[in-house]
């Protein structure tokens, strides 16, 4: 067994609206056990929309104490966020609007101003934040694409560098190209990291991460993500995970 297989765990569940309970069932436990301050960086990309819109409905829209949390991005387009492929759009549709979340404790990034600008703006509001070298967010969402980026974080880009910084601009390799992304050492700070991938398109880019070798310097930049709070979590749908079991998708 690898080395990346004692720093993952694997949940497999039959289908999506069954990755996006339990991701909630997740969201809300860790929001539970802090104290004043929930910090959580939500995932970009079309697959948490079902998780978000599960968030914003009862039980959780009544049970969770909203008032504690701090929502940030883990990445946005340098896009307004009336933009149709805006990531703060999509979360306000489906769950920002519709949770008492103070205002002054949404962060959204301000991709309307540029990649460069707004991943300043942003290193400065966290750092205001957080404190200290690097932000410990309590929680991290992030998706999984077909070529094993996560976040805003794409194989042989310079946003994979070595940095100091906790947001960085990143270029993606087709449209909206500019992009802001925490950076692998934000990511790797956080105390939990919840990756939520659903679908057959995401079976090559899961089979490849779980296998990466950490000594594999073209490893996927998703196989990167060894948060020090614990082992990065999956909650990925049967037929995502077909190549980790070998069984068909129904
Ligand atoms: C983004 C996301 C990105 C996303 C994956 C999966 O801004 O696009 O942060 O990392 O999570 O590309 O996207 P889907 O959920 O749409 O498949």
Known sequence: MDASATEIEIAILPDATAVARAVAGIVAASSQTADDDFSIALSGGQTPRLL????ASEPYLSRLDWNKWN?????ERAVPPTDEMSNYRLAAEAMMDRIPVPPERVHRIHGEIGS???ALSYETEIRQHFGGEMPQFDLILL????????ASLFPGTQALQETPLAVVPSV????????????LPAINAAHRVVFIVV?????????MVIAADQEDAQQPPAALVRPVGGAAQFVVDEAAALFLTGAPAQ
Request: hydrophobic fraction near 35%; avoid cysteine; charged fraction near 30%.
């Open 52 to 55: 978000y819109e599960t968030l």
């Open 71 to 75: 929502v940030w991005w883990g990445d």
């Open 116 to 118: 460069r600008a707004a």
């Open 143 to 150: 998706g999984l694409g077909e070529d094993g980026h996560t």
């Open 172 to 183: 993606a390799p087709w449209p909206p190209r500019d992009r802001i992304t925490l950076s």
């Open 199 to 207: 679908g057959r398109e995401k079976a090559h880019a899961l089979r």
